[in-house]
């Protein structure tokens, strides 16, 4: 059984009263009190909306829901995780973090495009359905062009925030926006730290940074994941330890909102502006 996640502003008690299991209750049985737990509750793809980029194709953008507080997930490529048409399918994450702490993020509660498709101009209405099965749900969403989902990027005149640009080696910030910037492949050893550079330039000071697995082996720790630059411009280094051999992709995401920056996170929920980063690590003994 397929379960379907409506986009963004998807009912959970409408999917309660649609969907049920025969085994311990869930976000999706109606047995359920709480939606969020420790462990055992599923992570829910979600489609955040869509907008056109110069050459006339068009960015669609991609979030998930960890119902966790406690048990992080990984899912591989594969049957258990992947996009249609099949074309499009390769950039989803394969490791789901934990919902945020609440005391840490007040409005921050899923990962909001954490990976993005690009869909020629000819595309139309079609479907890019994303399929993710965790506690023996397979649970789908599709994402669509429909005109009341576009998006701002990389900046938006309603809050006057844009994206800070960002650079992953020596050269100068020159890239910003969700479509990703991607760099690699960068060789690590197993236990040795390999370090990570981030340089960030925006109008305004505070851009704020998170590092995070993307996709590999559920083995890396960094020595600071969080880290926000007082300055408008510069560069933040952190470290990644790696525990097991095999092919790694680190997520970046960089964010300024200059109006609450206290709460780096909270320019999230307007769905702009933010910049992802992508890391192909290769990780040998």
């Known amino acids: 059984m397929r379960g379907t996640v409506f986009p963004v502003l998807?009912?959970?008690?409408?999917?309660?009263?649609?969907i049920t299991q025969a085994q311990t209750p869930n976000v999706f049985s109606p047995l359920s009190e709480a939606p969020l737990r420790p462990q055992g509750q599923n992570v829910i793809p979600l489609f955040d909306g869509w907008f056109p980029n110069d050459d006339g194709s068009f960015t669609m953008c991609f979030?998930?829901?960890?119902?966790?507080?406690?048990?992080?997930?990984?899912v591989p490529l594969g049957a258990k995780n992947f996009i249609e048409p099949a074309q499009f399918d390769g950039l989803q994450p394969t490791h789901f973090d934990i919902v945020p702490d609440p005391e840490l993020t007040r409005s921050f509660r899923r990962y909001?495009?954490?990976?993005?498709?690009?869909?020629?101009?000819?595309f139309g209405?079609?479907?890019?359905?994303?399929?993710?099965?965790?506690?023996g749900l397979p649970l789908s969403v599709p994402g669509t062009l429909i005109p009341s989902y576009v998006l701002d990027e990389e900046q938006t005149s309603g809050r006057d925030t844009?994206?800070?640009?960002?650079?992953?080696?020596?050269?100068?910030?020159?890239f910003r926006g969700r479509r990703g910037l991607f760099e690699g492949t960068?060789?690590?050893?197993?236990?040795?730290?390999?370090?990570?550079?981030?340089?960030?330039?925006?109008a305004e000071?505070?851009?704020?940074?998170?590092?995070?697995?993307?996709?590999?082996?559920?083995?890396?720790?960094?020595?600071?994941?969080?880290?926000?630059?007082?300055?408008?411009?510069?560069?933040?280094?952190?470290?990644?330890t790696f525990g097991e051999t095999g092919t790694y992709v680190l997520r970046i995401q960089a964010i300024n909102d200059t109006e609450r920056q206290r709460e780096p996170t909270y320019g999230f929920e307007f769905y702009c502006c933010w910049t992802n980063g992508y890391l192909t690590v290769e990780v040998t003994e």
């Open 10 to 18: 998807f009912s959970l008690l409408a999917v309660c009263a649609s």
């Open 63 to 74: 979030g998930y829901f960890n119902m966790n507080t406690e048990e992080v997930i990984d």
């Open 112 to 122: 909001w495009c954490a990976f993005s498709v690009i869909v020629p101009a000819d």
């Open 125 to 135: 209405m079609q479907d890019v359905i994303w399929t993710i099965e965790t506690q």
């Open 162 to 174: 844009s994206a800070p640009y960002l650079s992953l080696n020596d050269n100068p910030p020159g």
């Open 186 to 202: 960068r060789q690590a050893r197993i236990g040795e730290p390999l370090n990570l550079v981030a340089r960030l330039r925006h």
């Open 205 to 240: 000071p505070g851009s704020w940074i998170n590092w995070t697995l993307h996709q590999g082996p559920n083995a890396v720790e960094f020595s600071a994941s969080e880290a926000r630059l007082n300055a408008a411009e510069g560069v933040i280094e952190t470290s990644a």
